[in-house]
Each structure stands twice: as C-alpha cells, then as structure tokens.
C-alpha cells in the first residue's frame, strides 16, 4: 500500500517585518525585538512588540515577526485589507516593488512607508530533502487538497520554495485557513 | 467545440435575517422593512436597517436581508465571528438547530438569540432548466473551480439547491471570496 504523505499546513496571522531603520524610527534608538516566540522556520520569532498599521477606513495593530529584514513589510489578509482601507497586492515575501504603503505607528514614532502592504501568495517552504521526497523543485506550483468537514477545497497556485533554512510546511493566510475551515492542526495531500 | 458553461459567483458579506418578533423588539411594533436594493435571488433584498451583533470580544453593525423569515439568523464570515468572539456552525441558511447564539441590538431594543450564528455553507441557487443543463439535482455535492490570477482553487464541498424560485448563481462568503482572489465578477466551473 502507497501511503501519500501529507505536509503540515500552518495559518499566518496579520503581521509586520520591520528594517532596522523603521525599527528604530518606531521604538527608539538601538532598539532590539523581544523574542516572545520561536516560529516554525528557524530563526524565525513572533515578537513582544505591536505596531499600529494605518490605512484610510481604519487602524489595527499587528504583531511583529523578527528579526529585521532589509524592507519593511505588512503581511496581511484580503480581509483586513478591506477593513483598513488599504490595497494588498498577492504577493511572495520580499517582492514588494510596485506594491501599495501605509502609516506604521510605534511608541516612539511614525513611518511612511512606500511599498510593502502584501497579503502572502500561498507557498510551501521545504527543506531539500523533502523536496525530494514530494518529487518538486525549487519555485514549482502546485496544487494542495485539504480534506475539512464542509468545507474541502485545493488550494492552486501554491508555490514550493525549497532551501536547506526551511522547515516543511505550508503556509497560508486567515482568508484561506477559514474559507477551507481549518483548524488548529490541519495537513494537505500536494497534487501535481 | 464544446464549451462548459460556467458559473457566476457572488460573494455574501456578514447580514442578518430577522423573524417578525426580532424585528418589532429591535425596531418598534409595527415596523417594516425598508428595500434598500434587490438582491440576485428573486424577492430578497438588502434593507437600509441595519443591526449590531455583540460578542464576547466585540460587536459590528450589519446588514438586514428582507423579507422577513420564520427565524432570525445572523450570518458571518470566521473571520467576523473570530474577531467577535462568537461560534459559527458551518451551515446551509435555516438549518441553526443547535448553532451558537449571540446578543443584537438595534434602536428599539435587544434580543438575545439562543441560536441561529452560522458561516454559510457554500452552495449553489439553480433554476430546474440550469440543474437540467448543468447535469446536477438537488442536493447534490459539486466541486467549482475558479481561476484567478494567482489565488486559483477548487472548493470542494458545495452544495447545489434546486428550485423554480432561484436564479442560478454560486454564493461564497468573504473569506472563501478572498481566498479565491475573486475579483467583481468572477465565474465558476462545475466539476462532479
């Protein structure tokens, strides 16, 4: 018997990646994030400290994720998009060029930023080994198929990003996670 | 050549359906609807009142859906119902047995429901001629795919209902919508 192996699927919530410069212009000067704590990609970490985002309808504060990044950058939902008042555009993290900006306000101070309000195009980080093992390659788009209680669907356009700094999983926004009504722990079968 | 027919998809935003009683205790005896704008499905429409739904972590004005019906139901998004600190049952509309309730208020007074807060089961309204065309009956669950620029995918789980009364049309909620990437006017294919 074939066992299909199934890859764990993790929901992201809305949040911010702040440049050392916009940290600092948020929280002060030689400001350093508090690891509050470690994510599933290495080196990853949810952070003690929130930044307001400001978009035309409305403000809502997200947490930060570190450490540092060379860009700024605001992940969030379709929803939340719709909500603050602000253009998301579906994007991979890190390519933010042409994208829209909004206000970032912290305890001690504002920023403006330029570009970087995305919401995440849906993705697998792997480890190389697993990339193996699923049978894809580096930046191949796949399908994923999650089986939920009324509400199954397959996620298309999923794109596998393989590096030996990844752990395997999957990662989606909170649109995606409610509209396949997932729960805490949910794996996907990828079809290809 | 043979073309597949597709199938138009509209998104539902959070809204309220409210029995006679609900409305008079909301509204003031004697109060009736006011038809703000008709809706696809054939003597629905979305009304100028609106009401607040309260949860245990905050609460949002809605939409009031007329004509009136045998039982209020507040419909929401898990996203809406996260945020507000409230339980929504996955649901086709009037099966809210056993869902969770929450508190409406609206100028004239509140009520407090026992039951009827759901997240829509996705589904599709079909005429008979449609059901017919399409090769589907009543009850039956579907698959639709909907292609979008980088947000594709298939929900699976949908339901289709037949009835002479209905114009056929798919209807998802704003996180399956968002999810999808669905834009204003977006069309479905039907897969069995």
Partial sequence: MTMTKKIIVETSARHIHLSD???????????QLTNKKNLSQPGQ????????VVGAKGEQKM???????????VELSLTDARALGLQ???????????????????PAGE??????????????????????????????????????????LIFGD???RVSENYATAMHIDTDESNAAGCGREVYGTIIK
Same sequence: chains 1, 2.
């Fill in 21 to 31: 410069a916009d940290l600092e212009t948020l929280f002060g000067k030689g400001y």
């Fill in 45 to 52: 970490f949810a952070c003690e400290e929130k930044v307001t």
């Fill in 63 to 73: 947490s930060v994720l570190g450490p540092t990044r060379k860009a700024t950058q």
């Fill in 88 to 106: 998301a555009a579906i994007r991979e993290s890190g390519d933010i060029e042409g994208t829209a900006g909004c206000k970032l306000v912290g």
């Fill in 111 to 152: 920023v403006e930023i330029s570009c970087g309000v995305i919401a995440a195009k849906r993705h697998i980080h792997m480890t190389p080994a697993d990339a193996v093992e699923f049978g894809v390659t580096d930046k191949q788009i796949v399908k994923v198929e999650i089986e939920t209680e009324g509400r199954s």
């Fill in 158 to 160: 999923v794109v596998c």
